[in-house]
């Protein structure tokens, strides 16, 4: 894997930031964008623009074939059996409260069990928290173990016959775990349970197989592996799809309209509501290829040893907490430095034109669980190289002393 | 971009040693307020005599901005009056914009001018002061 070459297809790393060339270490939050990705997005408005499914005109069947066919290389992407079973999302968010909201209403009965992780990011929390109220169901939470990482011990005593729902994220975007899904979906379907994966983390950085996996939903976002922001999408087992209720009703959706009553077409149009995202899908199938000509496992393995280097060197450092187990993570650091507040290291940093992510990264209870308001945390993806672990461990240094100097 | 710009000397002195922190038992008015994007939050307490500021206090977490703001906020609003409090933190908006504003109050804020070159941290920095203008619209002002 050549990271020079990979890094000049990134027009966005090429500039300086206060001064400083930028290090840009916060693709957990949003990955940057290859040329060839803006370039379909660039080359679907200027050619092909045009609403999909109902133009009889050419520009519509080319705008519906690159849409359709976004939708089947996402399939084949993650090992969907059929692209029907691709729904396109605004990201991960909207595909989680989709099934939140249009298959967990027709499971759950009051008593019934909805089981998550304290780990959650709230978009894979507070759907099922509404869930939970508006069915009187009950949301429960694996605990964690000491270092952040789920035991699957756990897991069996806390699925039990009640739980209709499991829900987990594949990565956590604070603790960099990756969680054992295929052990737990094995036990959730043991129960009876359905198994939902927030695949946000996990996409972007390694080779995902739904069908191996054996997930019942699967929901992940483009704009952090590479693709645009406004889109993303839920995979859904077929039985599940066809059962589950649209929550967005009007154009593009229905079969028949009358006056008092509708009919939906088949599963996935009949959950996309609207004009769809059609640059965004065009936009994520252009990331897809992207990758996989890199290769996933090559990009993971990348970041494993990314991670590793910055877990030692950054553990160097005296003063710091660095969270989550040391081994089995992805490509992340989230980190504190004693007597400098995660706000202060981020805009040190910044003055150095590292940009990492600071804050309580949508995971408030799990900031609670480690004891802390915030953090800091410094994520890296497929074009981040040694030399940025080196100068963000060199700016953490000079982060403390000025620190250290403007408190002490 | 110089750090020194917005870590300013004063700024830090009130980050180590907040002046008005702390919880009060007198009959105070209370304002819990977080800043949800980055987890910050202050619970600010006001003790009121008539119109007039008499004591405030406060505690929290946060950012050497956000805390050393409050802690200059609860020493400039001591002894003033609701509407003037309120016109402080109204000053205090037009100071987060870059316009030349004084505060014979208390000096130390316009030490916190910089911040309006760090457009990130806006929000630290008026944490406290939108919470002083809760308070002070929660007695009908």
Redesign the interface.
Known sequence: MNIEEIRKQFPILHQEV??HPLVYLDSAATSQKPRSVIEAVKRYYEYDNSNVHRGVHTLGSRATDAYEGARARVAEFIGSPSPEQIIFTRGTTSALNLVASGYAPSVLEEGDEIVITPMEHHSNLIPWQQAAKRSGAVLKYIPLQPDGSISLEDVEKTITDRTKIVSVMYVSNVLGVINPIKEITEIAHRSGAVMVVDGAQSTPHMKIDVQALDCDFYALSGHKMCGPTGIGALYGRKSLLENMEPIEFGGEMIDFVDLQDSTWKDIPWRFEAGTPIIAGAIGLAAAIDFLEEIGLDNIDRHEKELAAYAYGKLSEIDGITIYGPREGRVGLITFNLDDV????VA??L??EGIAVR???HCC?PL?RWLDV??TARASFYLYNTEQDVDALAASLLRTKE??GH??G | ???DD??R?VI?DH??NPRNRGTMDEDAVTINLNNP?????ISLQLQLEGDVVKQAKFTG?????SMSSASMMTEAVKGRTLEEAYAMADRFSSLMKGEPVEFEELEDIESLSGVNK?P??IK?ATLAWNALRKGVEAQGK
């Open positions: 206060n001064g507040h995660p706000h202060d805009t040190a910044d003055s600071a804050g309580h408030q900031m308001s915030a000025f620190f403007a408190i | 971009m110089q750090l917005l870590y000397r830090m980050y180590k994007t980055c987890g910050d939050r977490e946060g950012c050497s901005i760090f990130a941290r630290c």
